[in-house]
Nanobody, 123 residues
C-alpha cells in the first residue's frame, strides 16, 4: 500500500522560511515524478512545484524564485524549501506522486496523494 506522509507545516511569519518533507512508502519512487500542490480555504487545489525522475523541476509562477523542490530517491522523500513566505502562501500543502517520470502541473495526472500539512503565514 502506497503512503505519502507530509511534515513540516507550521505557523511562520511573513518573510520567513520553512521546509516541508514528504516521505513515500510502499514502493520505490525513483522513476516517478513527485509534486507539491496546495489548497487554501475556499479555493481550488493549485500546483506549486514538481520534480521529474531525472531532477528536472517546474514551478508555479507564484513561487518561482522563492520555493525549491528536491528529492532524495534513497529515502523516497521529496522536499519543498520555501523562502520569503507571504500570507498568500497560507494553505494546506499536499505532496503527490505520478507514474511516468515527467514533472507535470496537472493534479489529475498524479496517482497518489498525501493527507496534507498546514502552512500558515501570518504575523
Amino acid at each position: 500500500q502506497v503512503q505519502l506522509i507530509e511534515s513540516g507545516g507550521r505557523l511562520v511569519q511573513p518573510g520567513g522560511s520553512l521546509g516541508l518533507s514528504c516521505a513515500a512508502s510502499g514502493r520505490t519512487f525513483g522513476s516517478y515524478a513527485m509534486g507539491w500542490f496546495r489548497q487554501a480555504p475556499g479555493k481550488e487545489r493549485e500546483f506549486v512545484a514538481a520534480i521529474s525522475w531525472s531532477n528536472v523541476n517546474t514551478y508555479a509562477d507564484s513561487v518561482k524564485g522563492r520555493f525549491t523542490i528536491s528529492r532524495d530517491n534513497a529515502k523516497n522523500t521529496v522536499y519543498l524549501q520555501m523562502n520569503s513566505l507571504k500570507p498568500e502562501d497560507t494553505a494546506t500543502y499536499y505532496c503527490a506522486v505520478k507514474y511516468g517520470g515527467a514533472a507535470m502541473s496537472t493534479a489529475s495526472l498524479y496517482n497518489y496523494w498525501g493527507q496534507g500539512t498546514q502552512v500558515t503565514v501570518s504575523s
